[in-house]
């Protein structure tokens, strides 16, 4: 591991200042290790190694770009456990979900891409005219911490396909599965100069970053206010900036379904990860005359969570990454018991038998309605709010009635009725009697849940810039 280096140009590197961090493991609290906090000119650095790689890089040929793809996906996969272990350890998942959930979706997500790119195609003729999409430049990336691997991918492999240099600053809270990372490009044999990795925090690493002359675009994810702060300094050099951010989700069980079978799936759509999921249902909206019967489902759904050590594979739920998240938590419990929502199950504090620890007892409340902070608010934790429709109309206004835009879901049994309240719901994603993963479709947010879309061929074309030949032919 180089938790004291950056990746640049091709080598490990020396900072050219002396911060350092500890990375806490959130199951004890406790250090693991120490990286190197980058400065202005570590960024300086990586940029211009990025600047120069970009027009080799971009002028590849697209087998080529599959290859490496490829190369990465396979290195990705020869070391899940050892990337799943580091996001044990760094951000609490239990070691199971590290491996099965939060490892193999860098997999997926390179393979999605290498597969999208093969079929892409960059040219196509309109009239006498060619239009050409072409790589957009040096890409700066800021990534999260919730899903650091798969923010990650999901971001380097479209810019690698479309033939972009990059520079990543990947969460300074979870920070090894990144110095992995970059081991496994290197391996890969991705060209100096393409990849560069600058650990750091958002107001110094992420600031250089988003305002850079030198960088032509900026995807970041996070938070809502971390996104309106990258895109502020992003402002003076007119660069693309992308972003996914928070998430409010909904969740809407038409008065049709199976409640039996479709509520613990919806808890479970909150409660994985530890609720650190920016596409969380948390919101459950059900008909008012059978909340009682949700409750008592959800309330023995939530039961069965195993709330325990990460290294423990029967463990489900690990503790929240940070104190910071974990205070945070407690509060907006705190706050939903103090406006007067039903607790069902959970509450504030620890579960018994866990005194160290950042661990959060899975949360449900029933009868909250819309106005409550515990419905707007993103509490990125396991908490679950229940709110009662007495109509469909008015659950498709409750669904719509906060700032974020990101996911949603719809339980019927008449699958043409879900998909019809699913148009109607002003979000990036909808998803439809919890079908599986589909990482070829566009993921991403309306309103302040951010803008443009990654995975799959959208995903792409957000690092590709449009140009005109007019009388090509």
């Known amino acids: 591991m180089h938790e004291l280096h950056f990746f640049i140009d091709g080598a490990w590197v020396e900072p050219r200042g002396g911060t350092r961090l500890a990375v806490i493991d959130p199951s004890s609290e406790q250090q693991i290790a120490e990286i190197a906090l980058g400065t202005e000119a570590d960024v300086d650095h990586a940029v211009a190694a990025a600047r120069r790689a970009f027009p080799a890089f971009a002028a590849t040929t697209v087998a080529a770009r599959a290859a490496l793809l490829g190369r990465i996906a396979d290195g990705i996969a020869a070391r899940r456990d050892e990337l799943a272990v580091a996001i044990s350890r760094e951000m609490g998942a239990p070691i199971t979900f590290a491996r099965d ?51 990650i991918a999901c971001k380097v492999a479209p810019a690698l396909a479309a033939g972009c240099t990059i520079v990543l600053k ?22 100096a100069g393409v990849f560069n990795l600058v ?38 050099t007119v660069k693309r900036v992308t972003q996914e951010l928070g998430g409010k989700s ?13 509520v613990p799936p919806g808890v479970a759509r909150c409660f994985g990860n530890a ?9 459950m909206l059900v008909p008012a005359n059978r909340q009682a019967e949700v409750v008592a489902l959800a309330k023995a759904a939530a039961a069965n969570w195993r709330v325990g050590a990460p290294t423990d594979p029967e463990t489900t739920m690990g503790p929240l990454v940070s104190k910071t998240q974990f205070d945070k938590v407690q509060r907006l419990i705190e706050t939903g018991i ?15 038998g866990l005194e160290r620890g950042y661990y959060c007892q899975p949360t449900i409340f029933a009868d909250v309605r819309s106005d409550m902070v515990i419905a707007q608010e993103e509490i990125f934790g396991p908490v679950l709010v229940i709110i009662p429709y007495e109509t469909v109309e008015e659950a498709v206004t409750i669904a719509n009635d906060t700032p974020y835009g990101l996911s949603a879901y719809v339980q019927a049994a008449d699958r043409a009725a879900a998909v019809a309240v699913a148009r109607r719901i002003r979000a990036g994603n909808v998803h439809v009697n919890y079908p599986a993963v589909d990482r070829g479709a566009p993921f991403g947010g309306y309103k302040r849940s951010g803008n443009g879309r990654e995975w799959g061929r959208f995903g792409l074309e957000e690092y590709l810039e449009i140009k005109a030949v007019i009388g090509a032919a």
């Open 101 to 151: 959930a939060q490892a193999a979706s860098g997999v997926n997500h390179f393979r999605q891409m290498r597969a999208t790119l093969e079929a892409y195609d960059f040219d196509c003729m309109q009239g006498s005219t060619l239009i050409t999409r072409e790589a957009i430049g040096v890409v700066g990336m800021i990534t999260p911490w919730n899903w650091p691997l798969n923010q």
């Open 170 to 191: 990947p969460s300074e809270i979870s920070p090894l599965s990144a110095l992995i990372f970059a081991d496994i490009l290197a391996e890969a044999g991705v060209p």
């Open 199 to 236: 650990n750091g925090d958002g107001p110094t690493v992420g600031q250089a970053i988003a305002r850079h002359p030198d960088i032509d675009m900026v995807s970041f994810t996070g938070s809502t206010r971390g996104g309106t702060a990258v895109a502020a300094a992003a402002a003076a």
């Open 250 to 262: 909904p969740n809407i069980l038409l008065p049709d379904i199976d409640f039996a079978k479709a």
């Open 275 to 283: 609720g650190q999921s920016c596409s969380a249902a948390t919101r």
């Open 338 to 352: 103090a406006e007067g929502a039903t607790l069902i199950c959970g509450g504030p504090g620890r579960p018994a």
